[in-house]
Structure formats: structure tokens, C-alpha cells
């Protein structure tokens, strides 16, 4: 559960740092899950700072994520990226990313961008493929925001991917000639992997993609009334689809293979956000 009256201070330090250090918030935000590092490169102007600095941010502990944020330009967009998240199995509490995506809201941030490292459920999207996350079955039904007081806890989240991002991206993938399925993510927490069977469950209820994160993001980011869009880099079948043993070190291998056109792609989809009138101005 949340700490409001904690953590509201830290968020107000945050935000002040954040407005003078670097003027007006960008209109987007990215959060660089496993093997999409490599967008940082596309930043022009970049200018760093370590969570450290804002009181507000996580300080995740997982091997391949650097925590902190990179504010410049990607083409025509300001961009505001995300080196690191906090994970719900990291210490079993779902609220890590809250301080960091409210005092982005509070900034001035509009849209967030989710990317992540995700086991695949259909043989359609193998491994190195890209899936735009059109919806999320929330398996371990865990929430960010139980405790929160007055009506605006009741978030409504039949759009929780907003269908206009989601267009954008598919516009992009279609002027590249690459493919893009949408598809439903499915959050298990970890941080054992899923067994077969598991996975023949999620697979039943609709899920295309199994992973570890984005689920507490994409809930704390509707509460606070970020845009959200994701997308799911594919690192590997999920368990019983392949004869392949699942190790963290294998996803950040495979992640890390396909890294760089996966970042090409976030950053041709970044740079495209400046032509949508609805995040402008």
C-alpha cells in the first residue's frame, strides 16, 4: 500500500528538481525494459540523472537496468527515458513505480511508453519479434493503488493502451514493412519462471506474451491519467514451448541480440509522436 503522506513530499522534491534541471517536462516518457537500452543512443542532447538524485524514484537492483533518466530529443519530440523500474518481485510490493510516474505526471508528462522483455505464447511471435500490447491479464490480481482513498481509485481500465498510441505505432511499423502484432500481455510476478502449465492457462485465457512487469506501471499511470502504450520485445517461448531452459541470463542474451532493431523502432515511433496533435501543446 501506498504511502501517500510519505511519499507526497518526495514527489513535490522530485518535480522541483526535475523543473530546474530541465525547464518544461517532454510530452513522453519511456520506461527501457531488457534489451532496449540501445534507444538511449537516439537521444540527442542528452542530459543524465541518477535516481539518486530524485527522492521520488525507485532504486531497482536487477542486473541489466542502469536507474536513471535521460532527458533530451528524439527528432522533433522531447522524450524523458526511464533506465530501470522497480520489480513487484524485488521486494513482493507492487507500488515501487508510483513516486517516479506521479512525479512525472505532476511534471507534465502525457504519454507513457512501456517496453519490456517478454516470453511468448503463439508461434506467430518467435523470438526477436516485437508485440504491441493491446490489453493485460493482471494473472496474480495484485493493484498498486488498493488503499487509495475517493472514487478516483475505481480506475476504468477497458482502454487502459491507448488506442491512438497503439495506431501510431502499427502506422510506423507498416512505413517500415516490419511486422507488428498486437497482442495480450499477461503478468505473472516472479521470479521463478512459469511452469508448462501455467502457461497453458494463460494461453486458454487469451494471453500472447507472459513477463514480469508493466502491469503495476500500466495501473499506476491510468490512476494518475498517463496515455500508456507497450511494447514487448520477445525473448524466448515460454515454458513447455520449446526444449529451451529459462535463465534470466538467457533473456538478457536474446534481449540484448535483438536490442538494436528493437530500438530503432522505439525511436522511429518516439520521434513520430511530434505529427499527433492530441500530445502537443
Known sequence: MI????????????????????GAAPEVAVVLGSGWAGAV?????????AYTELPAFPQPKVEGHVNEIVVGTIGAQRVVMLRGRAHTYESGDC?????????????????????????????????????????????PQRSPIMGEPGSERFV????????????HALKVAQSRNMVLNEGVYCWAVGPQFETPAEIRMFAAWGADAVGMSTVPETILARHC?????????????????????????????????????????????????????????
Open 3 to 22: 504511502d501517500n503522506k510519505t511519499l507526497e513530499p518526495k514527489i513535490s522534491d522530485s518535480v522541483a528538481k526535475l523543473n530546474a534541471l530541465f
Open 41 to 49: 543512443s537516439l537521444v540527442e542532447g542528452a542530459q543524465h540523472l
Open 95 to 139: 507500488t515501487g513505480m508510483a513516486g517516479a510516474l506521479r512525479t512525472l505526471k505532476r511534471w507534465g508528462v502525457k504519454a507513457l511508453l512501456q517496453t519490456n522483455a517478454s516470453g511468448s505464447l503463439r508461434t506467430q511471435n518467435p523470438p526477436g519479434s516485437l508485440v504491441l500490447i493491446s490489453d493485460h491479464i493482471n494473472a
Open 156 to 167: 476504468d481500465m477497458s482502454a487502459a493502451y491507448d488506442a491512438e498510441l497503439r495506431a
Open 225 to 281: 491519467g498517463l496515455r500508456v502504450m507497450c511494447l514487448a520485445l520477445i525473448t524466448n517461448m515460454a515454458a513447455g514451448m520449446s526444449d529451451e531452459a529459462l535463465t534470466h541470463a538467457l533473456t538478457l542474451q536474446q534481449a540484448n541480440a535483438s536490442g538494436e532493431r528493437a530500438a530503432a523502432f522505439l525511436g522511429a515511433v518516439v520521434a513520430g509522436l511530434s505529427e499527433l496533435p492530441s500530445l502537443q501543446g
